[in-house]
């Protein structure tokens, strides 16, 4: 049995202990803690979301989104859609399900309408965004992308469309031509007031990234699983970027020049501050992206002139961009989930290039594919 006396004594020594650690507490941001935890018990209202509203839970990017319907349609006097889409729920689990099908994606997404357009069907969107996708040989990562790319914009309540620019022929990628085409090509269907550039290989974690533009051109895609959720260096403006068309006409587009892997995401980056611009970006938090593995693709080796083509960027960015590109368009399909566009984008010896003469050693049996980099290598020199 304690007596009285030890009674107190426990007290007092539960009663200091309390006060240190309160003291501590107090150091490290109590008063930040504390509000955190009431915000956990009290989130539904603290979002300022209604009680009719669903709250999203899981990180399942379809959650919620069924009860979306198209009953209403399009009325005339429809109010606009609030500020914040009360459908967002932040982070968005992202994995890669084997045996995924388009026709699975096109029955998820029941309001996208042909060549993957899409408007709330109950509020008048605020933002009408164009995503533009250069894309070839790269169907499975495509299924993925359209898989959680369509939800995450319905979440966000924009009105979109989704292009995908497809490199016709076999000849070296290049990914900001395709860029060029697919700004010019939307622009002639629909006033978009936002265009997102977007590589196919990277799904976006969180639909408190918005794809609407800012004031300046806009960097996305801040935070990759691969370069460990943060920005790679400084100036870095690959991935996902977003522009309106008249940051698009300021800096005159994108080069049309950069064959291969690399550098024209870094002239991109050097146009927008050279036409008077600045990048901005979301918080590291918010700007994250899955990123599908993948090898490097074949004819989409690394351009060795890169670093020679950096250098003079504030020499060429008037004389090559939106004003020089020149493609013709193959064909316009306006598909369940995209509008596939397929494009001959030419080489360097331009859009009808003369047949190559053959390879010196074009009589010996060898490799076909063992004569690739030599070809290539021929090519290069005959340009410089
Ligand atoms: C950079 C590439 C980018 C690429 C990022 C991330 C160049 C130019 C030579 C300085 N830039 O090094 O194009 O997006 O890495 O992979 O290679």
């Known amino acids: 049995?304690?007596?009285?006396?030890?009674?107190?004594?426990?007290?007092?020594?539960?009663?200091?202990i309390q006060l240190v650690v309160m003291a501590l507490l107090s150091r490290e941001g109590y008063q930040k803690r504390v509000t955190y935890f009431i915000r956990i018990f009290r989130k539904p209202d603290a979002t300022g979301r209604n009680h009719t509203t669903p709250v999203v839970v899981g990180g399942d990017v379809y959650a919620n989104l069924s009860q979306l319907s198209r009953a209403r349609g399009h009325e005339d006097g429809m109010a606009y859609c609030p500020r914040t889409s009360p459908l967002i729920g932040g982070p968005i689990h992202v994995s890669f399900p084997s045996g995924l099908t388009l026709r699975e994606v096109e029955k998820k997404?029941?309001?996208?309408?042909?060549?993957?357009?899409?408007?709330?069907?109950?509020?008048?969107?605020?933002?009408?965004?164009?995503?533009?996708?250069?894309?070839?040989?790269?169907?499975?990562?495509?299924?993925?992308?359209?898989?959680?790319?369509?939800?995450?914009?319905?979440?966000?309540?924009l009105h979109y469309g989704i292009y995908v620019i497809h490199q016709a022929g076999n000849y070296t990628f290049n990914r900001a031509k395709l860029m060029n085409v697919g700004f010019q090509e939307a622009m002639k269907e629909e006033d978009w007031d936002c265009l997102f550039f977007h590589d196919v290989d990277l799904i976006p974690e969180d639909?408190?990234?918005?794809?609407?533009?800012?004031?300046?051109?806009?960097?996305?895609?801040?935070?990759?699983?691969?370069?460990?959720?943060?920005?790679?260096?400084?100036?870095?403006?690959?991935?996902?970027?977003?522009?309106?068309?008249?940051?698009?006409?300021?800096?005159?587009?994108?080069?049309?020049?950069?064959?291969?892997?690399?550098?024209?995401?870094?002239?991109?980056?050097?146009?927008?501050s050279l036409a008077g611009m600045y990048i901005t970006r979301?918080?590291?938090?918010?700007?994250?992206?899955?990123?599908?593995?993948?090898?490097?693709?074949?004819?989409?080796?690394?351009?060795?002139?890169?670093?020679?083509?950096?250098?003079?960027?504030?020499?060429?960015?008037?004389l090559?961009?939106?004003?020089?590109?020149?493609?013709?368009?193959?064909?316009?399909?306006?598909?369940?989930?995209?509008?596939?566009?397929?494009?001959?984008?030419?080489?360097?010896?331009?859009?009808?290039?003369?047949?190559?003469?053959?390879?010196?050693?074009a009589g010996k049996?060898?490799?076909?594919?063992?004569?690739v980099p030599a070809e290539m290598a021929a090519k290069e020199k005959q340009q410089q």
Request: with cysteine; charged share 20%.
């Open 320 to 361: 090559d961009g939106m004003n020089t590109a020149e493609f013709e368009i193959i064909s316009r399909q306006h598909l369940p989930l995209y509008t596939n566009i397929t494009v001959n984008i030419g080489t360097e010896a331009g859009l009808h290039p003369p047949p190559q003469p053959p390879p010196k050693d």
């Open 109 to 157: 997404n029941p309001l996208v309408v042909r060549g993957g357009r899409y408007r709330p069907p109950d509020c008048l969107a605020r933002h009408r965004t164009a995503i533009i996708i250069p894309h070839r040989h790269r169907e499975h990562h495509l299924k993925f992308l359209l898989y959680y790319l369509h939800p995450f914009l319905q979440r966000q309540q």
């Open 365 to 371: 049996p060898a490799n076909r594919q063992s004569n």
């Open 282 to 318: 979301p918080s590291l938090k918010v700007g994250r992206y899955k990123m599908i593995k993948h090898v490097l693709d074949k004819g989409n080796d690394r351009n060795p002139k890169r670093f020679n083509m950096l250098a003079k960027t504030r020499q060429t960015w008037k």
């Open 207 to 272: 639909d408190r990234n918005t794809y609407i533009c800012d004031g300046n051109p806009k960097h996305a895609a801040i935070a990759m699983d691969k370069f460990g959720y943060k920005l790679p260096y400084k100036m870095y403006f690959g991935g996902v970027s977003a522009l309106t068309p008249l940051h698009y006409l300021k800096m005159n587009g994108f080069p049309n020049n950069y064959w291969g892997w690399g550098g024209e995401d870094d002239d991109i980056g050097a146009r927008v």
């Open 1 to 16: 049995m304690l007596s009285i006396q030890s009674k107190w004594r426990y007290l007092f020594m539960f009663l200091g």
